[in-house]
């Protein structure tokens, strides 16, 4: 069964870099777009990034370009999220989610908090 | 990217049945999914291309679209169908994503 679960978060300090992981199974990993979603504390659904299944596309939400970056290891089955110049607003859960059809999430993983300390 | 409106909050008594709105200008010509969240758990799509079901949503979970509306029902509410539903839309120029603001469904 498809299993993607990620890692990597924790409490950082504000600027402070991070990445995180998310570990796939359980399908061709190397044929399949991805994304990276975020929510923030009792907050809603907010999509920050997505990446093609050979890496060579990405794009990404406003509120992380140029700060964040999306990449893959296929021969680890593996999506990555780097995280550059972080804020507080950056608080959330990030989950990894594969693109199914339209556009759409089809599969998600369960979530990795990333948080601040003051 | 696209503006989806959702209702904040939807409440229905048990049985009966549910309907949540995701708007926007971009609804008309963009296919629109559907997501369930209960607290504590990741997102899970009960719906995609406007209306199409995955395997293991029950048959009460249906989507339609009207103009720059797209509407979510959930027939024969139960009380385990408690949770925030949002609307999603995908750019494929752009290949950027848009969430509706989520609308929590409370069952009386």
Redesign the interface.
């Known amino acids: 069964q498809v299993q993607l679960v990620e890692s990597g978060g924790r409490e950082v300090q504000p600027g402070t870099p991070l990445r995180l992981s998310c570990a796939a199974s359980g399908f061709t990993f190397a044929l399949s777009p991805m994304n990276w979603v975020r929510q923030a504390p009792g907050q809603g659904l907010e999509w920050v990034a997505f990446i093609s299944s050979n890496g060579k596309t990405d794009s990404y939400a406003d509120s992380v370009r140029d700060r964040f970056t999306i990449s893959r290891d296929n021969s680890k089955s593996t999506l990555y999220l780097q995280m550059s110049s972080l804020s507080v607003d950056d608080t959330a859960v990030y989950y990894c989610a594969r693109d199914g059809e339209g556009g759409s999430f089809d599969f998600w993983g369960q979530g990795t908090l990333v948080t601040f300390s003051s | ?1 696209y503006v989806l409106t959702q209702p904040p909050s939807v409440s229905v008594a048990p049985g009966k049945t549910a309907t949540i709105t995701c708007g926007g200008d971009n609804v008309g010509r963009e ?1 629109v ?1 559907w ?1 369930q ?1 209960k607290p504590g758990q ?4 009960v719906i ?2 406007n209306s ?1 079901r ?1 395997s293991g949503i029950p048959e009460r979970f249906s989507g339609s679209k009207s103009g720059n509306m797209a509407t979510l029902t959930i027939s024969r509410v139960e009380a385990g169908d408690e949770a ?1 539903y ?1 609307c ?5 120029v ?9 609308t929590q469904l409370t069952v009386l």
Do not use: C, K, N, T
Not at chain 2, 42 to 45: D, F, H, L
Not at chain 2, 88 to 92: I, L, P, S
């Open positions: 990217s296919s999914h997501y969240q990741a997102p899970v799509r995609y291309y199409d995955p925030d949002y999603q839309v995908w750019d494929g752009l290949e950027r994503r848009s969430f509706g603001g989520g």
